[in-house]
């Protein structure tokens, strides 16, 4: 009697024997869940349920594809051939996904009304098992085209929501579904479920660390006003958003991400007004962070501060330090201009709300300050200025502020403030520490580096051109850079050891006298510094060219010595049209060259005044024409280039003022808190509306009341020849026919033999795989399931010659080993031990042993020899290598390491062996029942610039369940020499494909 009580999140797995008219026997081994399905498919190839088995319990699985069409009509013959013909049509088009993706796309469309014909569900089904067939080849492009597919296809025809939800919700199906997938599957649930599924979405992108697609905070509003009780839904956002902030793709630098943390700063800043129940949720939110801020970098670590340094409150103040003290950690290993500013207003911000904790901690916080601006590129904002800008200079820089510490502004600005407000023993602590960090020359003060000093003021004189900086602010940067450049002897100052000094700073003739100059010019441009952007230089008179800009262009290439379509505003076309009308420049690529065979002979005044008046500084902001530095007048440089090209027009007046507004520095501020109440934090409930656990008895395996009997088919006996052929032969007679009769071959019961024939190379595949498993994970084979698989020749052929363990022992080695040699239904198991002693042993468990469990293999290899035979299933002869000694210790070996393959083929092979494989690391998990261990093994199949190039393969290892990694010492031997082979054998398949 099997017992149906079984738990929710379990599913029962049974043997079942299987019987055909002929008669044979067939034994496969089903799960719960899909044997409605799989009991039609046996049916319609002629087998029926004869007796079933309960083997064990195991979580429930997912019915695959195509498998679970089949349980739509269990009585229609019919409807199962037509799923049978458009399975086949799909693995010929899923053939040539490795290859030909965009053929496979095109015939995924083309069967579309195959399935379509079946259901609309059908077809949903159809695409859902393209995207996982491409994304198992790292293809999540085609993927995602995929998906869009089954959009479409849910806009025209009535696709079930459970459909739409298990291709959104499915990492197998791509980590980023489409938006319109999204929508498409929010549409056919009810509000709250649809709520959820957004935010599941959102979170399953956050738990990847990939992009939020845009539109995402905004669907969430949406969703939210249509709903019952808008307020509930609000609540429930912000109770889903709470729970992300552990997430380390929340503090993403940029992107539709940055919506999400503004809602966190509201809720952070709302949490301070909550009372005791706001201090619950923030101590909840400050433990999480403080568990994730060793795993961000800087960017990240500055966004964790955008959104605690708007609460403006003392309570923050620990929390605060100690994602400050990280985020000082990080500038000293990365260059991040942005973080730097950060950094110097969350210095500002406890200097204002928790100077005592800064004084508690000044010791620390100064070398590690010193420490983080101690770069060519931050030095001067720190270094200089820390030590108020030099007082010799009497700059106006000196004298201390007297109004509150400014909230914005450049960079530079917060960095003065930083030395106006911080508490003196930080200022004093962190002097001393870059007095001590000066020993390297390339960080020595201005007076003994004078290259450096170049450098320094070189970028001070772009900080006061740029017309985003304040007035006042950058007079004090050009006193700095006048005062730095009447220090610079010119002799010690060459092109060589200026680009030593700061890598990003290339002039080809630095002299004092044009920084000087550079200094002057701007300072009469204050008033107006967008005449000195490159937008606003005047332009030549140039023979063919009418356009103003398309002078200016040329001006600028001969210039910046080349020219980018991206940094001017314009394309291709526009410079392809420029280098038609003039021989001075050539167009290539989105880029504008001088050519400069036009101007040989000429005097060289305009190369001479470029090489030592301009200049480009990259800042972290993308590649324009605002890092252009300029030491001369514009219009210099316009006369300079009319003269050497031999033209002494009148020159065109400069652009018009942009009527774009510069755009704000500081960060946008936080929206104002609603006034809701402060939600619980809410990680794990976005599914709970979309998976309920099912609670109904799963339809179990049974006897088939429709079990033939007879093998008479019209007269005629139906029998299997000596080579599994089918024979008809007449009643009475005893040869079978030549061919078989109309009569015979027309009925559908020997059209499901003949099927049932064509199926048996797919069943000894799935035995050969089930029968590997067991030997794999060591697990104990009961003496009835084994009495059963002998009794199929699948299995029987491939139970045969294997060392078995007939004392199965948990845990230790096996014992009892025997070669199984014969069987009989009344005596059981005959077995041939090392001694040649055969016997009959009755039927008894045993275990299938893994040739690396075996003391020493080589005898047993020695008796198969004298006895003549070999083993259709290999056990004896496999691949036992395992990992060096030298490696046994570590979590990860390099052994399979950089072996040339192709990338897409490596997947499809790394999944013929059983791996988990998509975008990033091939898994697969193990069982070793007699130790009771469970590991995943993972390998790096490489990462190509596209998934069908050519790569390189990268380390493999071992990880617990809950993801730590393992040593190889600490995982059974047979995982550690399978995984290995399996991948070695994945890595021979895909190396002749390697282009």
């Not at 019952?228 to 956002?237: L, N, S, T």
């Not at 966190?264 to 949720?281: K, M, N, P, Q």
């Not at 010791?363 to 820390?386: I, N």
């Not at 008895?697 to 052929?725: M, N």
Request: aromatic share 4%; net charge neutral.
């Amino acid at each position: 009697m099997i017992d149906r009580a079984e738990p929710s999140d379990l599913e029962a797995v049974f043997l079942v024997r299987l019987r055909s008219l002929v008669p044979a026997v067939r034994v496969v081994e089903v799960h719960a869940d899909a044997w409605p399905a799989r009991r039609v498919v046996e049916q319609h190839e002629g087998y029926f349920a004869e007796d079933v088995l309960l083997l064990r319990y195991e979580p429930r699985r997912e019915i695959p594809f195509p498998l679970r069409l089949h349980g739509a009509s269990p009585d229609d013959l019919a409807f199962h051939e037509r799923v049978r013909r458009a399975s086949r049509v799909f693995l010929r088009a899923a053939a040539l996904v490795e290859a030909r993706p965009r053929r496979a796309e095109q015939a995924f469309g083309a069967i579309e009304a195959l399935f379509e014909a079946i259901g609309p569900d059908a077809a949903a089904s159809m695409w859902i098992e393209a995207a996982r067939t491409f994304l198992a080849l790292g293809d999540e492009e085609h993927a995602a085209r995929c998906l869009r597919r089954l959009a479409r296809l849910s806009r025209r025809a009535p696709v079930s929501a459970e459909m739409l939800v298990e291709a959104t919700m499915s990492p197998r199906a791509g980590m980023i579904p489409p938006g319109d997938l999204v929508d498409a599957a929010a549409e056919r649930l009810d509000a709250p479920a649809g709520l959820a599924l957004r935010l599941g979405v959102l979170r399953r992108v956050l738990e990847a660390g990939r992009d939020v697609p845009p539109g995402t905070m905004a669907a969430l509003a949406s969703a939210a006003r249509a709903a019952a009780d808008p307020a509930a839904a609000e609540a429930r956002i912000d109770a889903a958003l709470l729970g992300c902030v552990g997430l380390a793709g929340t503090w993403a630098p940029a992107g539709e991400v940055s919506l999400v943390r503004a809602r966190l700063a509201a809720l952070w800043a709302h949490s301070h007004v909550a009372g005791e129940h706001g201090e619950r949720v923030r101590d909840d939110l400050a433990r999480t962070l403080r568990g994730l801020l060793a795993d961000l970098d800087a960017s990240r670590l500055s966004a964790v501060l955008d959104v605690l340094l708007p609460a403006r409150s003392h309570d923050d103040g620990s929390l605060v330090l100690d994602v400050t003290r990280c985020l000082l950690g990080a500038l000293a290993r990365e260059n991040d201009p942005a973080a730097e500013d950060t950094c110097a207003r969350a210095l500002l911000h406890l200097a204002d709300v928790a100077a005592p904790l800064l004084f508690e901690h000044a010791d620390e916080l100064g070398p590690a300050l010193a420490l983080a601006f101690d770069k060519p590129a931050s030095r001067p904002l720190l270094a200089a200025l820390c030590a108020d800008l030099d007082a010799a200079t009497r700059s106006r820089l000196g004298p201390a502020e007297t109004g509150p510490p400014p909230r914005s502004g450049s960079r530079v600005r917060r960095a003065r403030s930083l030395t106006r407000w911080l508490p003196a023993p930080l200022v004093a602590a962190t002097l001393s520490a870059l007095v001590s960090s000066a020993a390297d020359p390339t960080f020595a003060p201005a007076a003994s580096s004078p290259a450096l000093a170049f450098a320094w003021a070189l970028r001070l004189l772009g900080l006061a051109q740029d017309e985003r900086t304040s007035v006042d602010l950058a007079e004090g940067a050009l006193s700095l850079a006048e005062a730095l450049a009447r220090r610079i002897d010119p002799r010690l100052v060459s092109a060589t050891n200026l680009s030593a000094a700061d890598p990003t700073v290339h002039l080809m003739r630095p002299d004092p006298a044009a920084l000087l100059r550079g200094v002057a010019l701007t300072r009469a441009c204050l008033a107006d510094r967008r005449s000195l952007r490159p937008e606003r230089w005047p332009a030549p008179a140039l023979p063919g060219i009418e356009d103003p800009r398309d002078a200016r262009f040329v001006l600028l290439a001969w210039a910046l010595s080349s020219l980018e379509a991206s940094e001017a505003g314009s394309h291709h076309l526009a410079f392809a049209r420029i280098a038609e009308a003039t021989p001075l420049v050539r167009a290539g690529a989105g880029r504008l060259s001088p050519s400069t065979l036009a101007l040989r002979g000429a005097s060289g005044s305009f190369a001479r005044l470029a090489e030592a008046g301009v200049l480009r500084i990259p800042t972290a902001d993308a590649p324009s024409l605002r890092d252009v530095v300029l030491l001369c007048a514009p219009r210099e440089l316009a006369e300079a280039f009319a003269r050497d090209v031999g033209l002494s027009p009148p020159l065109v007046a400069a652009a018009p003022a942009s009527s774009v507004a510069p755009p704000h520095l500081d960060p946008p501020a936080a929206p104002a808190p609603r006034e809701l109440p402060l939600p619980d934090l809410d990680p794990a409930r976005s599914l709970a509306d979309l998976s309920p656990r099912r609670t109904h008895a799963a339809a179990l395996p049974a006897r088939d009341p429709a079990l033939p009997l007879s093998p008479v088919i019209a007269g005629h006996v139906v029998s299997l020849g000596p080579r599994g052929e089918l024979h008809v032969t007449p009643e009475g007679a005893s040869s079978p026919l030549r061919r078989v009769p109309s009569s015979v071959r027309n009925d559908d019961r020997y059209r499901a033999l003949v099927r049932g024939r064509r199926a048996e190379r797919a069943h000894k595949h799935e035995a050969a795989r089930l029968l590997d498993d067991h030997m794999l994970g060591a697990a104990r084979i009961g003496a009835a399931e084994l009495a059963w698989l002998l009794d199929d020749p699948a299995y029987a052929s491939l139970l045969r010659h294997l060392v078995l363990a007939t004392r199965p022992r948990e845990p230790g080695p096996p014992e009892g080993l025997v070669l199984l040699w014969a069987w009989e239904p009344t005596r059981g198991l005959g077995v041939v031990p090392l001694d040649y002693d055969a016997r009959w042993i009755g039927w008894t468990d045993v275990e299938l042993v893994h040739p690396a469990d075996l003391p020493d293999v080589a005898p047993w290899r020695v008796l198969l020899d004298d006895l003549g035979v070999k083993q259709e299933l290999p056990q004896l002869f496999r691949d036992l290598r395992g990992v060096p000694d030298d490696e046994l210790d570590a979590t990860e070996s390099h052994a399979l390491a950089r072996r040339k393959t192709s990338g897409a083929a490596l997947r499809r092979a790394l999944e013929d062996e059983g791996f988990c494989t998509g975008p990033g690391l091939a898994t697969r998990t193990f069982v070793h029942q007699r130790s009771r261990t469970t590991v995943t093994a993972w390998f790096d199949p490489g990462s190509p610039p596209w998934p069908r190039d050519a790569t390189s393969s990268g380390a493999f290892g071992f990880q617990d369940p809950s993801g730590a990694p393992l040593t190889f010492r600490a995982v059974p031997r047979p995982l550690v020499c399978e995984a290995r082979a399996r991948v070695e054998r994945a890595l021979a398949r895909a190396a002749s494909r390697a282009r």
